[in-house]
């Protein structure tokens, strides 16, 4: 027994290592339980309303499969502890794209478990992450990034069938799966390039992950037309609300909002960087010379599979970037895209976009660089010394507040007890739950 749990930590002591420091992120919302928003309810009123039927119900324009499934569960296993149960369930799938980050697959792009280690820490400071852990809502972007992370994997992996389900699984809870195309092309083109014995194996490999985003990819937009969420009228006025973003979002919004994600919030952190976009001159003149700076040390260190793959990565989170735009009625609009104008915009998931693939780019391309000329001790003093000022300037947004801190562990006991009493009695009733301004109504039905 002892020596099973000894196996079980020395495989996973980053991924115990990285839960844990989530969950002391998310302490307050242990004190105050809860959900996140308008939508974060919406996965219990499904799963008490509707049952098995849940998981198959389309919210938000595509289907919420996996969260909904997680729901579901939760409900079966506890209602009284369900805040945190889905709380830790979440938790769970942030600390596996962590864990992926330090697997021996990942080294080809990061260089060592040390340089994997710094990274995994630094998107652990991310700004954005208010609205992302523990909330169902927005779980999408944590599998999103978990498949972008496996894509990373070395050319030579071959994916098996938990990396299909996996890939299934989010494709059927996200909408934006289709964004991963270009990468997975990509490694089909250099998989092809060079031709080792394995190749056609590899090939055949990828047509599955292939066929599982594609899959997903139809049933969302089934899904997206037939609850009247079709993309080409959605907005303020159709197509013409397109035109306008086009004309307006390019090209200086999107370069504000690629620089600001690409290169100020990975190197200069959340204060540095609300400065500098306080003059917008300063967002376009740092971000087009970090961005030869950048260009350099690739030129110095050129590794064509390896920039390739990181460049098929940087421009998925850029197709995301603009699919949001497109889909979400009015966000380009406001200062999530483009400059950051307000402290309290650091706050908002949209920001959550590009910056781990940044992070990673920066300090694997940076690393590489530098072992040209120095030593790995010197080169990982630079590292963690960047890693220790981005954690000093985005300090103010490490821990993750609760959605109303009115919310107690008493009032939320008032509400299971509610909740139990029909599911017992089996008896129909209403049950209102408050969060601040907001009401909603979960009808119990026996």
Not at 28 to 54: A, N, R
Not at 208 to 213: A, K, Q, R, Y
Not at 274 to 287: D, E, K, R
Request: net charge positive; charged share 15%; glycine share 4%.
């Amino acid at each position: 027994m002892v020596k099973s749990i000894t196996t079980f930590l020395d495989k996973y002591k980053f991924f115990t290592l990285f839960f844990l420091i989530i969950i002391i992120k998310q302490y307050m919302k242990i004190i105050h339980p809860g959900f996140w928003g308008e939508d974060g309810y919406i996965f219990l009123k499904h799963s008490l309303e509707y049952g098995l039927s849940s998981i198959l119900l389309p919210y938000s324009g595509y289907y919420q499969v996996l969260p909904q499934i997680l729901s579901y569960l939760s409900t079966k296993l506890t209602i009284e502890y369900y805040p945190y149960i889905t709380m830790i369930e979440c938790s769970v799938f942030f600390s596996y794209a962590l864990h992926i980050i330090m697997k021996n697959e990942f080294i080809w792009i990061s260089q060592s478990k040390v340089n994997s280690l710094i990274i995994s820490l630094s998107i652990l400071f991310i700004p954005g992450q208010i609205e992302i852990l523990g909330n169902f809502a927005n779980l999408h972007s944590v599998l999103f990034l978990c498949c972008v992370l496996m894509l990373l994997y070395d050319l030579n992996k071959k994916y098996s069938l938990r990396h299909f389900l996996f890939f299934l699984f989010t494709g059927l809870s996200a909408g934006e799966l289709c964004a991963l195309i270009p990468l997975l092309l990509m490694r089909f083109y250099l998989i092809k390039k060079q031709n080792s014995g394995d190749s056609k194996y590899l090939i055949n490999n990828h047509l599955i992950l292939l066929g599982c985003v594609i899959f997903s990819t139809i049933i969302n937009s089934y899904a997206y037309i037939t609850n009247s969420h079709d993309v080409w009228t959605q907005g303020e006025a159709g197509i013409e609300a397109k035109i306008e973003f086009v004309r307006q979002f390019f090209p200086n919004r999107f370069f504000y909002s690629l620089f600001n994600r690409m290169f100020l919030i990975p190197i200069f952190g959340d204060n540095y960087t609300f400065y500098l976009n306080q003059v917008w001159q300063s967002v376009l003149w740092i971000g087009f010379g970090f961005t030869a700076l950048f260009s350099y040390f690739i030129y110095k260190t050129w590794s064509k599979n390896l920039y390739f793959i990181i460049f098929s990565g940087i421009f998925t989170y850029i197709t995301l970037i603009i699919m949001t735009c497109l889909v979400r009625k009015g966000t380009w609009k406001t200062g999530w895209f483009g400059l950051i104008n307000e402290p309290s915009l650091f706050q908002s998931r949209y920001l959550f976009i590009l910056v781990p693939m940044a992070i990673i780019s920066i300090y694997s391309i940076l690393f590489r660089y530098l072992n040209k000329f120095w030593n790995k001790k010197i080169n990982y003093s630079i590292l963690i010394l960047l890693l220790l000022n981005f954690i000093f300037q985005n300090r103010s947004n490490f821990f993750v507040p609760p959605y109303n801190n009115n919310l107690s562990i008493q009032s939320w006991k008032s509400t299971a007890n509610e909740i139990n009493y029909f599911k017992e009695t089996k008896t129909s009733g209403q049950v209102k739950i408050t969060q601040g301004n907001l009401e909603y109504i979960i009808i119990i039905k026996n």
